[in-house]
């Protein structure tokens, strides 16, 4: 800081000095002491995937359904189903790849969760053993 308010200085004093016909004020390179420290959360970072949500999606379960049915997500990307419902649901693969728990005592209660991380690139179709019958599928798209 010293050195630089110091150069600063001795560029001033060249300037003032050399040129003394002429006083412009050219402003002396006020950009170089700012060397702009990174802001502290991770605000923006340059994510390829147009996906707001990058590290974790929320997938709700209501009344028979999931919320959204459909996501997209980035491989490494942990998908958190939340029961929001007063049911009980499930989040089973149709290829068995995941599972919450397909014996009923281990269904997932009224206010529970359940998290995957999907490691690989596919789509994962799923559903929840109760309410398949009407409807009550979901998919993963991991890209
Ligand atoms: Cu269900």
Request: negative net charge; glycine residues 10%; aromatic residues 6%.
């Amino acid at each position: 800081m010293i050195a630089l308010a110091l150069a600063v200085a001795l560029l001033l004093g060249c300037t003032g000095g050399g040129q003394t016909g002429q006083s412009s004020a050219p402003t002396p390179l006020p950009k170089a002491a700012a060397p702009t420290v990174p802001p502290g959360p991770a605000a923006q970072p340059p994510a390829p995937s147009p996906s707001p949500a990058a590290a974790t999606t929320v997938v709700r379960m209501g009344d028979a359904v999931f919320i959204p049915d459909q996501i997209t997500v980035t491989v490494g990307t942990t998908v958190t189903w939340d029961n929001a419902d007063l049911s009980t649901h499930t989040v089973t693969a149709d290829d068995g790849s995941f599972d919450s728990g397909t014996e009923p005592p281990k269904w997932l209660q009224s206010g529970q969760k359940y998290s995957f991380a999907f490691a690989k690139a596919g789509t994962y179709p799923y559903h929840c053993i109760p309410h398949q019958q009407i409807g009550m599928v979901g998919t993963v798209v991991v890209q």
